[in-house]
């Protein structure tokens, strides 16, 4: 069985630039999670959805920060005007009840 | 929100015996804990899992214990090898916040031969 998929792996950015994550859940798994990470940090949650719907964007920085997953599948993460507090590791999940399976993760660096 | 708290954040043993971190979480209705290990460049992966039904699970080398009277589970690696030199998460899932998974902020373990 394939598992997340994530690309790019990894991104370098200068403040002000935008940039998009792109994740391909688990098959079947209806729920998918958008984690920043860090460096030397736990992942912390972004925005999930199940199926096509946000369940949680609370913790989105909702004006730079958006994310879809139109038909319930793939999903995209984009960032608008980047900053150098951005820089982390994006990891996508993904889970069909309450077992979360990561992806690889894009390394961002904004400088 | 919920709070997850974990300690140590560094721990370094020797090669055959035990490790052990500990987590604390707030929201008493947390009923789901699992524990990732995370290797330099890599994903966290998933290792044991506990729900609050459960005091105790054990899967080869790895113990997990779940006290919920004092919001506290701990992991607990015996017999531990060079290849158990990771960063362990522990979460725990909260009712609070859609039942989001919370994480720690890690512990880097090494094991030294």
């Known amino acids: 069985e394939a598992g997340v998929t994530q690309s790019p792996r990894y991104a370098v950015l200068q403040e002000g630039q935008a940039v998009s994550f792109w994740c391909d859940p688990i098959s079947g798994h209806d729920t998918l999670y958008w984690y920043q990470q860090p460096r030397d940090q736990g992942p912390q949650l972004l925005v999930y959805?199940?199926?096509?719907?946000?369940?949680?964007n609370s913790q989105l920085p909702s004006d730079r920060f958006s994310a879809v997953r139109p038909k319930g599948t793939n999903s995209t993460l984009k960032i608008q005007s980047a900053k150098q507090g951005d820089t982390a590791t994006y990891l996508c999940?993904?889970?069909?009840?309450?077992?979360?399976?990561f992806g690889h993760g894009t390394k961002l660096s904004v400088l | 929100g919920e709070q997850v708290e974990q300690l140590p954040s560094i721990l370094r043993v020797q090669e055959g015996s035990s490790a052990s971190i500990n987590c604390s979480y707030e929201?008493?209705?947390?009923?789901?804990f699992p524990w990732y290990k995370q290797e330099p460049g890599e994903n966290p992966k998933l290792i044991i899992d506990?729900?609050?039904?459960?005091e105790r699970k054990q899967i080869q080398e790895l113990i997990v214990l779940l006290d919920k009277k004092a919001k506290r589970f701990s992991l607990h690696i015996t017999d531990t090898q060079p290849g158990d030199s990771a960063m362990y998460f522990c979460?725990?899932?909260?009712?609070?916040?859609?039942?989001?998974?919370?994480f720690g902020s890690g512990t880097q373990l090494t094991v030294m031969p």
């Open positions: 959805f199940r199926d096509e719907a946000v369940i949680d």
């Open positions: 999940a993904s889970s069909l009840g309450e077992r979360l399976f």
């Open positions: 929201d008493s209705a947390s009923n789901y």
């Open positions: 979460a725990a899932r909260a009712s609070s916040g859609s039942w989001q998974l919370i």
């Open positions: 506990i729900r609050s039904n459960m």
